[in-house]
């Protein structure tokens, strides 16, 4: 079974620019979430997806932030523009069915803003 | 004050040591309780739930006090492949689960 997988692994790109990072969860999983870990801080949450429906997004940051999952499937997280203190590694997270069971995590993808 | 507070280590155990981590939490209300290990530049990976009761897996041992609102991870006759970063995280009964900054932990040969 594929695992959750995002792209890219890493971004590079300089302030004020745009960047979409992606992230598709294990088949069937209803629950995607985003998490995002900046330097020496503790991981922390940003938003929940059940399906294509956004539960909590209560951890975004600011509206330079957008996700999306159309159709329930993939997700996709817009930084725009992107600020310095945007760098960090973000991860996605994928359950089955509860909210508050055990989360599968991709890879992440490691965003650098100059 | 922090959902969750972890020692942050490092902690620098020889193979064949037992060693133990300690977790905090704020709330009270938190229903649900796991470790996660992470290895370097990876994704954290379930190491396993953390029940009322305590739970064992092989070397593993996990333990949740409810009164103190504490939970433990206990490693037994460390292997050189536990080293890793492990993180404690918890769910507060919603979609949030809050992590730990995360306590390493380097076994030495």
Redesign the interface.
Known sequence: EAG?TQFPSHSVIEKGQTVTLRCDPISGHD?L?W?RRVMG?????LL?FVKESK??E??MPNNRFLAERTGGTYSTLKVQPAELEDSGVY?CASSQFR??E???????TQLSVL | RKEVEQDPGPFNVPEGATVAFNCTYSNSASQSFFWYRQDCRKEPKLLMSVYSSGNEDGRFTAQLNRASQYISLLIRDSKLSDSATYLCVVNQGGNQFYFGTGTSLTVIP
Do not use: C, P, R, T
Request: without cysteine.
């Open positions: 959750v629950n979430y998490y801080k503790e991981i922390k949450f929940h539960q909590d209560s951890g991860f909210a508050n055990k989360l599968f995590f991709g890879s992440g």
